[in-house]
């Protein structure tokens, strides 16, 4: 395995509330507003969770692939898996696999710190697949798509530790990923209790079958916390909580946990 998990995007049909829910219940902070993204007729912001990133977008036009997506989920959910690749080598061994199986790359740019890649969703299924090198390359440290450094003083940590697993649903969890293994090239594995799993160097990806009406996409997120209690406390006064060890914000199913 080469790709480390470093941002999850999730989208909304408005930033603002999302934002607040991921600062009032799990003690994040903005750490970076990205204008560039205003490109693709979108507005947002990143929290660091660790060194890892929960980004918010939410669209500012009509016509955007963001708005074609809160419909297609209906509702706010999970939108972009981004990983970081070793290198540029590494980068372009993937989006050379991706080539091979037929998935269209949806955007390549190339930036003074790096290189960017999404794979089409149509295409990988379940969410963007996003995998980007930095000429850094740190994985705990510089991070381009949060303006490189700096961020790293906006961590907060009281609460919440660790991003450690995203999970992806579908009607057909089997096939998902097997194509999500192709171009990571990284082999499946299983856990009884977690279903079918691909592990990246510092997270898992999860594949389960979609149960909630909303198809397929990216459904939940696993969270090492400090207290569940208090976490829980926190949603409840936001009407968030949605299970035993379970809040929901923005559409993301966010599953609770202490070491």
Known sequence: ??????????????????????????????????????????????????????????????????ERYLKRRKGDGGYMVITQADGSDDQLAH??????????IAWDHVHESGRFMQLHPGDTGGAFFEIDYAFANDPLGDWP?????????????????AMTAVELQSSDPTTLARRWSA??????????????????????????????????????????????????SNAAKRDAVSGETQITIGGVRLNLYTK
């Open 183 to 232: 171009i990571a090239a990284t082999e499946l594995g299983y856990a009884s209790d977690r279903g079918i799993v691909l592990p990246l160097k510092n997270a898992e990806l999860r594949f389960v079958e979609a149960l909630d009406g909303r198809g397929e996409g990216l459904s939940a997120v696993d969270l090492e916390v400090s207290d569940v209690k208090s976490v829980l």
């Open 95 to 104: 989006r050379a696999r991706a080539e091979q199986l037929g998935i269209r």
């Open 1 to 66: 395995m080469s790709l480390h998990l470093r941002q999850i995007a999730f989208v909304a049909a408005k930033l603002r509330p999302v934002v607040e829910d991921l600062r009032a219940i799990l003690g994040l902070e903005v750490c970076f507003l990205d204008e560039a993204v205003g490109v693709f007729g979108l507005e947002n912001s990143l929290l660091p969770v660790g060194s890892n990133f929960i980004e918010v977008v939410a669209p500012i036009r009509s016509g955007t692939a963001g």
């Open 145 to 161: 798509p949060a303006g490189g450094s700096g961020w790293e003083k906006f961590v907060r940590n009281d609460i919440v530790h």
